[in-house]
T-cell receptor, first 115, second 110 residues
Framework: EAGVAQSPRYKIIEKRQSVAFWCNPI?????LYWYQQILGQGPKLLIQ????????DSQLPKDRFSAERLKGVDSTLKIQPAKLEDSAVYLC?????????????FGEGSRLTVL | RKEVEQDPGPFNVPEGATVAFNCTYS??????FFWYRQDCRKEPKLLMS???SGNEDGRFTAQLNRASQYISLLIRDSKLSDSATYLC???????????FGPGTRLSVLP
């Protein structure tokens, strides 16, 4: 079974530029998450989708971050404009949702460096 | 106060040692609990779920105390390959809404 796919793996941009990350979850997983992990910290939830609806985006900085999950499958996370403090690994994860054991399956992450 | 807190670490232990990690959570409505492992520059992966009665998986033992809102992970006979960051994870609603602690880094030394 294919795992969670993310791209790009690495991205370097200058502050005030924009960037987009893509995620393809495990087939059949209803719930998709975007986490931000700053070096030395645990992952912090940015947004959670159930199918194509938003369940929780309370910690998403909505003035610069946006995310969508079209057709309840793939998702994109966009940052515009980027700030220095956005340098982090952006982790996409999926789970079966309420039907499952609660295990999260992560992609390898997209590492963003903002200069 | 953060919702999930862990021992700050790092823990540096010799091979064969026993090491214990502690985690506390603030939301009494939390329903399920996990330990994840994250290797350097890799994604987190599930190590084990934590059940109310306590559970064991080989050298790893997890305990949950709901009254004290406390979770622990014990690793016996540490191996070099156990070197990683251990993340305590709390779930507020079965299958939904996972909150991660900051992680505790373990280095097992030869």
């Amino acid at each position: 079974e294919a795992g969670v796919a993310q791209s790009p793996r690495y991205k370097i941009i200058e502050k005030r530029q924009s960037v987009a990350f893509w995620c393809n979850p495990i087939s059949g997983h209803a719930t998709l998450y975007w986490y931000q992990q700053i070096l030395g910290q645990g992952p912090k939830l940015l947004i959670q989708f159930q199918n194509n609806g938003v369940v929780d985006d309370s910690q998403l900085p909505k003035d610069r971050f946006s995310a969508e999950r079209l057709k309840g499958v793939d998702s994109t996370l966009k940052i515009q404009p980027a700030k220095l403090e956005d340098s982090a690994v952006y982790l996409c994860a999926s789970s079966l949702g309420t039907r499952g054991t609660g295990e999260l399956f992560f992609g390898e992450g997209s590492r963003l460096t903002v200069l | 106060r953060k919702e999930v807190e862990q021992d700050p670490g790092p823990f540096n232990v010799p091979e064969g040692a026993t090491v214990a990690f502690n985690c506390t959570y603030s939301n009494s409505a939390s329903q399920s609990f996990f330990w994840y492992r994250q290797d350097c520059r890799k994604e987190p992966k599930l190590l084990m779920s934590v059940y109310s009665s306590g559970n064991e998986d080989g050298r790893f033992t997890a305990q949950l105390n709901r009254a004290s809102q406390y979770i622990s992970l014990l690793i016996r006979d540490s191996k070099l390959s156990d070197s990683a960051t251990y993340l305590c994870v709390v779930n507020r609603n079965y299958g939904q809404n996972f909150v991660f602690g900051p992680g505790t880094r373990l280095s097992v030394l030869p």
